[in-house]
């Protein structure tokens, strides 16, 4: 995380947005600055080393389905400021509070789409994430359609339940690629990136 410590202060910034809107429109439970740093800002962080390896030398679209308060669409937005980022909401208030951050901050390359996935036109994204969002089989089962040919999906979690990994199985083309535990600065819970796959892409491997 150190090669993004420049980016800091529009992440400050982003921070001091949150806790302004949260008073009023509760975008977030976590309402102390210092816990909203670490399991926000430092969470979402945690995954920008590995998603710059997975999709390394592409002109990345990147789609944040369920972005809530953006993330980690907005911190991922400030770190790869060449990338374009779509944040995908149900709820208009966490959409209207991203554009408007995304606006003070001046981060061109986020726009926001207030809808449900699966009624949202499909976006053609090379790369579609998600943070404690679903389970990994409804969130490829939302989230698919929204993909381009060559596209893959991250899931960011905090562990895969052995019934879940079934269901991805069981329920869907899908399967999982990769699992990479994340090392989040002074969070003490167990945190993971899971990569997923087509199965016949899987299974040629």
């Known amino acids: 995380m150190d090669s993004d410590t420049s980016a800091a202060p529009l992440m400050l910034q982003?921070?001091?947005?949150?806790?302004?809107?949260?008073r009023t429109y509760n975008l977030t439970a976590i309402r102390d600055p210092e816990r909203m740093l670490v399991q926000h800002v430092f969470d979402s962080l945690a995954v920008v080393p590995l998603?710059?390896?997975?999709?390394a030398g592409q002109d990345n679209h990147v789609v944040d389905m369920?972005?809530?308060a953006g993330l980690p669409g907005i911190i991922l937005a400030i770190c790869e400021p060449g990338w374009q980022f779509t944040?995908?909401?149900a709820v208009q208030k966490k959409t209207a509070f991203v554009q408007q951050a995304a606006g003070v901050l001046r981060l061109s390359n986020v726009q926001t789409i207030h809808g449900r996935i699966e009624t949202i036109d499909s976006l053609g994204a090379n790369v579609v994430i998600s943070r404690a969002f679903a389970s990994l089989r409804d969130f490829v089962q939302l989230s698919e359609r929204h993909l381009s040919d060559s596209g893959m999906m991250l899931a960011m979690k905090?562990?895969?339940l052995d019934e879940e990994?079934?269901?991805l199985k069981r329920d869907t083309d899908w399967r999982i690629a990769g699992e990479y535990p994340l090392q989040v600065p002074e969070l003490d819970a167990q945190?993971?990136?899971i990569h997923l796959g087509l199965k016949e892409i899987h299974e040629r491997r």
Do not use: F, K, P, S
């Not at 982003?14 to 949260?22: A, D, F, K």
């Not at 998603?51 to 999709?55: A, E, G, N, Q, S």
């Open 14 to 22: 982003y921070l001091e947005q949150l806790q302004r809107w949260n």
């Open 158 to 160: 905090g562990h895969v």
């Open 87 to 89: 944040c995908v909401d």
């Open 165 to 167: 990994r079934e269901d």
């Open 66 to 68: 369920g972005t809530g």
């Open 191 to 193: 945190r993971c990136l």
């Open 51 to 55: 998603i710059r390896r997975l999709v």
